[in-house]
């Protein structure tokens, strides 16, 4: 069983910023795929950003050049730095870790951008 935890989310505004993290309680992470995702209310989530073992990202269009994902595979964690932010990020955003095989999700952080 995987475990995330994310933290970092919070309340900012427009054109301001935020990183997230997430830390993985498992002993397979440097080879596996992660991943941000976020649900904005009444809407399904939706891909962020989600970088491989080997450090390919790749981006949703709604968040190029504002947000970067990055990876720490000693301490088993991924950050999203979001930079630029606009009220359209207002959403809860769920680290996500793939292993070809199944998903796993943490409890999601809230980040609301106000106007």
């Known amino acids: 069983q995987v475990q995330l935890v994310e933290s970092g989310g919070g309340l900012v505004q427009a054109g301001g910023s935020l990183r997230l993290s997430c830390v993985a309680s498992?002993?397979?992470?440097?080879?596996?795929?992660m991943g941000w995702y976020r649900q904005a209310p009444g809407k399904q989530r939706e891909l962020v950003a989600t970088?491989?073992?080997?450090?390919?990202?790749n981006y949703a269009d709604s968040v190029k050049g504002r947000f970067t994902i990055s990876r720490d595979n000693a301490k088993k964690s991924v950050y999203l730095q979001m930079t630029s932010l606009k009220p359209e990020d207002t959403a809860v955003y769920y680290c996500?870790?793939?292993?070809?095989?199944?998903?796993?999700w943490g409890q999601g952080t809230q980040v609301t951008v106000s106007s």
């Open positions: 996500n870790y793939y292993n070809g095989a199944r998903d796993y």
């Open positions: 970088i491989t073992g080997l450090g390919s990202t």
């Open positions: 498992t002993n397979i992470f440097s080879i596996v795929r």
